[in-house]
Structure formats: C-alpha cells, structure tokens
C-alpha cells in the first residue's frame, strides 16, 4: 500500500519497557527504510521525546504548544507541558531533588462543560483575567515554536 503517513495511537503504552524498545526500534527502521511519517499519539514522554521530531501537546483536544522536540523539552512556554515534563522522573537523583515542580491543583473540566474563555484557567498557575474573559489563540512564540497564551503572559512565562 505504500503509506505515507501512519497514525499510531498509544502503540506501545501497555507493554513492557523492553517490548517498547522493540516496537520504537522496529517503527524507526521502517521509518528509514520506506520514509515514512508517523503522528504519534503518547502520554509517556520519554517515549515522545525519542521518537519525534516535532511535538504537540494537547489540552482539552486543543494544541497548547507545539515547536521542535528540543524546544519544546528544553524551554517549554505552557504551563500544561511544564508540569507534565516537571514530573517525568530523572535518573540522576541529585539532579531529580534540585528540580522545580509544576503542580496544577483542580480537576479537568468537562469537554461538554468547558469554562468561558481560556479552558485551562481555573488550573493554570499563571492565569490573569484575560484568560477568563477569551481564549488565547495559538501564537507564534518565537520561530517555529507556537503557544495557547494571551499575549499579556508573554513569551517565557
């Protein structure tokens, strides 16, 4: 059939570590071999950051930011991939005690309820009105590095 774009969905969120390795080894080879592109579907992102190149990250079904994989694991701009990357573990404990965690307190509102303006603020720890009053569009940051913020929060907030 000869695709040219593969969608996989979680493809290996339920299986063992080693397994995983496998099946990411096996994706990148036919990858290389047939020049294929994959949208990648994953909550695990030690998994994301080794497969991809580019990396959305979604809230509510909307992207809040999507840039390059450095970027976006060196200097994200939204507070929903900072507090995800705020709590992958790292292996080097003293690097892993020194680190600053993103909490986000409150629950995930209804996708049929969602609340007026920004859906993220009644969690975001960086919220100002105008997130209540509208929501942010999708803003180029800096080249090639897009982010879900009211231009009042800026770029590295």
Do not use: W
Not at 44 to 59: F, G, P, T
Not at 77 to 103: N, Y
Not at 117 to 139: K, S
Request: aromatic share 4%.
């Amino acid at each position: 059939m000869e695709p040219a774009l593969i969608i996989c969905d979680e493809p290996v969120s339920a299986l063992d570590v080693s397994i995983q390795a496998q099946i990411i080894n096996l994706l990148e080879e036919l990858q290389a071999e047939f020049g294929l592109t994959y949208l990648f579907v994953a909550h695990d992102l030690s998994v994301v950051r080794h497969i991809s190149d580019r990396v959305a990250v979604m809230y509510l079904g909307k992207i809040v930011e999507i840039t390059d994989r450095k970027s976006l694991y060196e200097d994200p701009q939204h507070p929903i991939p900072k507090a995800l990357l705020s709590a992958v573990p790292i292996p080097d404990p003293a690097v892993e005690a020194q680190r600053e965690r993103v909490v986000l307190g409150g629950e995930v509102p209804s996708p049929l309820n969602p609340p007026s303006g920004c859906v993220f603020h009644p969690r975001c720890p960086i919220a100002v009105a105008e997130c209540r009053r509208g929501r942010p569009e999708l803003r180029e940051i800096r080249p090639d590095h897009r982010a879900r913020l009211h231009p009042a929060l800026g770029p590295g907030t």
